[in-house]
């Protein structure tokens, strides 16, 4: 699918400045006559019934603006997806800022239907949005993208070329990546990756990527980070001998989110203008059965000298977000954030409407409130009580990795698995992605979808007291 952007106030412009035709989302001539006129209305007009978002007008369609809603840019976009409207001005509506238009849009994307939209945008404005569109799109394509399309050796190159492009847009700053793979010097050390990747055929890998403000100089691994980032990149997720239903195993392709938006997040800052040293750690991997497959009582042994028991080989999420966070933190970052489709728990909790996030920080706590409300996307704080970690106990090693006893709380025993992994000193937040993939949509998401959801606070997050 393709998203195409127009003005009015710069048609000539963007028919001039359309861009590789690769991309997802481009610039085109403003054209009213190809396109349905949008008006928004605070009433419904009384023929119509109770709960109608939608009615035709003289020379279009008039929607239901509900002012109260702060999510009401991408619910009009969902609204006119819902009645089969992709060619849209947008023109003849109060939307004349770059966020939300984007969110008109990404409530419009479906992952089907290409998108044709007018809007009253000059055109630096418009340039933004196909930017930042062009990114929230391709995460949303990447994150959704079927298992033999985005194993961990294709994926990877993916996320980098997304930070790639967002560098060259900005025109600043230099990427420093590195793909670490089984067999490779060093992949010894990921002991998650070695287990969870040991029953496929293709390769797990640990991907990073660094991004150096310009001015900077390329240096050793370990020169410190102002943020580090996490993220899950189960490329698929059988269960492993804890083999899932197939009711819970036909969605798996998107339990590499996780990895997917936080490389996502930082390309959308580096665009937004980051001027940090931050980078992602993505440990990817498939989760699968065969005679090579991590078995249930295996023992593990981190480099760090923790040891865990495999008592579910179907909790390996967390096992190679582990990899990622020791490895992080031997950066000394000043904050360390991981993102992961990590547990059914958060979704129980929270809705797919929320996502889920535990941090021991409460002034930490309160930031992430603050950008997520100013990207208007949902969250919500779950407990990280230290009473949890009586649920990973183990006879045999220094925890189980997966909780156990009546009672447990999921996403709050995963939060307290990884957090065994973190520097008790270290400003860390763990955010259990329940918003990434809806099922059954929802007034702002198409159904079947992988969401993006989070990615714009996220970003917001790196870029919070920014230095001028």
């Known amino acids: 699918m393709k998203i195409y952007l127009s003005s009015p106030l710069c048609s000539g412009a963007t028919a001039a400045d359309a861009t590789d035709a690769s991309r997802l989302v481009q610039c085109i001539a403003y054209d009213a006559a190809a396109l349905l006129k949008v008006v928004l209305s605070q009433t419904v007009p009384e023929l119509f019934a109770p709960g109608t978002l939608l009615y035709p007008c003289a020379d279009g369609v008039g929607v239901l603006w509900p002012d109260e809603d702060p999510q009401a840019a991408q619910l009009l976009g969902r609204t006119l997806a819902q009645n089969g409207m992709f060619k849209v001005d947008l023109t003849h509506t109060k939307l004349n800022d770059s966020a939300a238009v984007v969110s008109v849009l990404m409530g419009m994307y479906d992952g089907m239907h290409d998108i044709t939209a007018a809007v009253n945008l000059d055109a630096a404005a418009l340039k933004t949005v196909q930017h930042t569109l062009e990114i929230l799109a391709q995460a949303r394509a990447i994150a959704g993208s079927s298992a033999h399309e985005a194993a961990p050796l294709q994926l990877l190159p993916k996320l980098i070329a997304l930070c790639d492009f967002a560098c060259k847009q900005r025109g600043s700053g230099s990427l420093k990546t590195t793909i670490i793979k089984r067999g490779d010097v060093g992949f010894e050390r990921f002991t998650g990756l070695n287990a969870v990747g040991a029953g496929s055929a293709q390769d797990p890998a640990m ?15 370990t020169a410190a980070l102002d943020v580090a980032l996490v993220g899950k990149g189960i490329c698929f997720d ?14 798996m392709r998107t339990d590499k989110c996780g990895a997917v938006y936080v490389a996502a997040a930082l390309a959308l800052a580096i665009l937004q203008g980051l001027k940090r040293r931050c980078a992602c750690y993505l440990p990817c991997a498939e989760n699968l059965v065969s005679g090579t497959a991590m078995l249930p009582g295996d023992i593990l042994t981190y480099p760090d000298g923790t040891t865990i028991e495999i008592n579910n080989t179907d909790a390996e999420g967390r096992l190679i977000l582990a ?24 979704k129980v909790a929270v809705g797919r409407d929320y996502t889920a996030y535990l941090t021991p920080d409460h002034q930490l706590a309160a930031q992430v409130e603050t950008c997520f409300n100013a990207a208007g996307e949902n969250v919500w704080r779950l407990p990280l009580n ?5 649920f990973m106990a183990s006879r045999r090693a220094d925890m189980t990795n997966s909780a156990h006893g009546d009672g447990a709380p999921g996403a709050s025993t995963a939060a307290i698995f990884l957090q065994n992994f973190v520097p008790s000193a270290q400003a860390w937040v763990h955010f259990d992605l329940s918003s990434a993939f809806m099922p059954d949509g929802s007034p702002y998401f198409a159904p079947q979808q992988a969401t993006a959801a989070g990615v714009r606070a996220l970003a917001k997050l790196l870029l919070a007291d920014e230095p001028a």
């Open 207 to 221: 991907g990073i990527i660094e991004y150096i403000p310009s001015g900077e100089e390329e240096s050793a691994d």
């Open 238 to 251: 059988s269960g492993g001998y804890d083999l899932k239903s197939s009711k819970f195993m036909s969605t």
């Open 323 to 346: 990899d990622g966070l020791l490895a992080a933190a031997a950066r000394s970052p000043r904050l360390l954030i991981d993102a992961a489709t990590l547990t059914g728990a958060a």
């Open 386 to 390: 230290p009473l949890f970690a009586r």
